[in-house]
């Protein structure tokens, strides 16, 4: 905060390198526990595709949120907005194979 009075700019800087620093931390310490649910998913008779999905969607999540939260303490709330809407473009796009398989086994019960 103090710096944010004197030097806006380096502020904005200082909050993304310790959000990524933070970010790249958790998915270090998460890693083995991250491992051993896609090994328990991948025992089950899930797909492969179906399992990648909830991953990405896990991380493009994360990062949406961090991103979003950075443009509103910079005060671009309009940005922080657009960051969000693009996450749940993202999240749309990249689950299509669930709904694919999703109306293909609705189609197999009618």
């Known amino acids: 905060m103090l710096l944010k009075q004197y ?3 380096q502020s904005i ?8 620093t933070v970010f790249t931390a958790s998915i270090l310490l998460l890693e083995t526990p991250l491992e051993e649910i896609k090994n328990i998913l991948s025992s089950s008779d899930i797909p492969e595709s179906y399992i990648s999905v909830l991953f990405k969607s896990i991380g493009i999540s994360c990062i949406t949120h ?3 939260e950075l443009c509103r303490d910079s005060g671009e709330t309009a940005m922080g907005a657009a960051a969000e809407l693009w996450g749940r473009g993202a999240l749309i796009a990249i689950s299509m194979p669930v709904v694919k398989g999703f109306i293909e086994l609705v189609g197999s019960f009618m």
Request: net charge negative; glycine share 0%.
């Open 7 to 9: 030097c806006s700019e």
């Open 13 to 20: 800087l200082l909050s993304a390198s310790v959000c990524a």
């Open 66 to 68: 961090i991103s979003s």
